[in-house]
Every structure is written in structure tokens, then in C-alpha cells.
């Protein structure tokens, strides 16, 4: 059985934990989160980290990822049907987190550096990856 947690963005990483718990009776791990819980995208997109072998990881999976609905692989077997769970935030807590998010990203050189209105505006044209140089 797969579970795939799904969202944009933002918002996932507390519900990883939640779920990953649940499916361990509660059990406390401090390995990071994406290694118990893998991202579905960087498998084929990250050449830095080794992609995990989906089937080779314990059952019940559960999988990260930052697709749209349309785009998560489905399952072909009708019997052994994927749970997927969507978190979805309201847009002004998601603006904030993110704004928090690339300010940071200043003391490696490319994050926003750029007044908060400047950067709400980017957000609401939907031109976030002009944020990031």
C-alpha cells in the first residue's frame, strides 16, 4: 500500500510526521524526515541524493511530493488502491511562510532581499520563481 502526501509548496512536513507515526504506532525517529518519507519527484530529478527504490522500501509506503493531483502515477491494480492526502493551506499563511522561506536563503547568496510588498505582489501575479535568484 502507498500513501502520498501532496501540496504545493509548503505545509507537508508536519503531516509526514503525523502520518509517519500513525503508520508506526507512535514510534519517535530521528533519521530525517525525507529519508523515512521520500520525495516522489526527486527520484528522478535530484542527481545529488540517491533515489530510493520504491519497492524496496517497508509497506506501508508513503511518499512526498509537490505534483499536481493529475500528475501523481495512479495505481493499476483496483485492489491495492493509493491513499493520497492533499494539504491545502489558506494563501496568506502559504505567502508568509514562503516570504519567511527565501529571506532566509540570503546567507547562501540567492534569496529574496526585497520588501515585503514587492514580494506579495510577485506572489499574487503567480511570478514566485522570480523570487529566488
Given at each position: 500500500?502507498?500513501?502520498?502526501?501532496?501540496?504545493?509548496?509548503?505545509?507537508?512536513?508536519?503531516?509526514?510526521?503525523?502520518?509517519?507515526?500513525?503508520?508506526?504506532?507512535?514510534?519517535?525517529?530521528?533519521?530525517?524526515?525525507?529519508?523515512?518519507?521520500?520525495?516522489?519527484?526527486?527520484?528522478?530529478?535530484?542527481?545529488?541524493?540517491?533515489?530510493?527504490?520504491?519497492?524496496?522500501?517497508?509497506?506501508?509506503?508513503?511518499?512526498?511530493?509537490?505534483?499536481?493531483?493529475?500528475?501523481?502515477?495512479?495505481?493499476?491494480?483496483?485492489?491495492?488502491?493509493?491513499?493520497?492526502?492533499?494539504?491545502?493551506?489558506?494563501?496568506?499563511?502559504?505567502?508568509?511562510?514562503?516570504?519567511?522561506?527565501?529571506?532566509?536563503?540570503?546567507?547562501?547568496?540567492?534569496?529574496?532581499?526585497?520588501?515585503w510588498e514587492f514580494y506579495t505582489k510577485?506572489?499574487?501575479?503567480?511570478?514566485?520563481?522570480?523570487?529566488?535568484?
Amino acid at each position: 500500500m502507498f500513501a502520498i502526501l501532496t501540496s504545493f509548496r509548503l505545509g507537508t512536513t508536519w503531516v509526514q510526521e503525523i502520518v509517519w507515526q500513525i503508520f508506526n504506532e507512535g514510534q519517535v525517529n530521528s533519521d530525517h524526515i525525507n529519508q523515512r518519507i521520500p520525495f516522489l519527484e526527486w527520484s528522478s530529478t535530484n542527481p545529488i541524493e540517491e533515489h530510493p527504490d520504491f519497492d524496496a522500501l517497508p509497506s506501508p509506503r508513503i511518499l512526498k511530493a509537490h505534483l499536481p493531483y493529475n500528475i501523481v502515477p495512479k495505481s493499476a491494480n483496483e485492489g491495492s488502491k493509493c491513499k493520497y492526502i492533499y494539504v491545502a493551506r489558506n494563501p496568506k499563511y502559504v505567502a508568509v511562510s514562503y516570504f519567511k522561506f527565501v529571506t532566509s536563503l540570503k546567507v547562501f547568496g540567492n534569496g529574496f532581499n526585497g520588501p515585503w510588498e514587492f514580494y506579495t505582489k510577485l506572489f499574487v501575479e503567480g511570478n514566485g520563481k522570480l523570487i529566488i535568484k
